[in-house]
């Protein structure tokens, strides 16, 4: 792969994610611009997706773990909350296509990613070991209750914006001198 044509898949990866952002339907957007250039085919896409996802989710799990350290369980169910809602439309994608693949090819593609997801996540939150065969078990477990935490967090849509304080608060001694008045 050229450097062109790198820089160009990641270009067209990023637009893949903001779409799938905002359709939300959890189908791979073939349709958009670059697609069907920069990648093989629907595995493709979603091979680069997946491992979009898991890099995140890894990154949310250090910084939660370096800011929560004393409940790595807590820690790690927050930190995949934090990544479904900054990728949404991503999870999404991956939930539908590991429930429904298009052949046998992604059923095993992600059949092997959601393992590698739940052993992650019940490494990192200190229940199991690499080679532990619960891991499986105590990573889908993790999941369970980070959807249920994710569900509980309201979206904050692109269109959400600050809204000013209709009143000006006035000066920090006026609020002062207000406050020793009463």
Do not use: C
């Amino acid at each position: 792969m050229t450097w062109k044509a790198f820089h160009s898949r990641g270009e067209t990866l990023r637009s893949v994610i903001a779409t799938s952002a905002v359709r939300r339907d959890g189908l791979l957007p073939m349709d958009v611009d670059g697609v069907s250039t920069g990648f093989r085919d629907e595995l493709d896409l979603l091979g680069a997706l997946t491992l979009k996802w898991h890099t995140r989710l890894s990154g949310q799990i250090d910084r939660m773990l370096s800011h929560q350290p004393m409940d790595l369980e807590e820690a790690v169910a927050i930190a995949w909350s934090n990544t479904a809602h900054e990728l949404a439309g991503v999870r999404l994608i991956i939930d539908h296509y590991s429930a429904k693949p298009s052949d046998d090819a992604m059923a095993t593609a992600m059949a092997a990613a959601k393992f590698k997801e739940q052993q992650l996540l019940a490494v990192n939150a200190g229940r199991t070991s690499i080679a532990d065969e619960t891991a499986r078990r105590v990573g889908s477990e993790i999941e369970e209750r980070a959807r249920l935490l994710h569900r509980g967090i309201p979206m904050i849509t692109a269109d959400a914006h600050y809204a000013e304080p209709e009143e000006v608060r006035g000066t920090l001694m006026a609020r002062l001198r207000a406050v020793v008045a009463a």
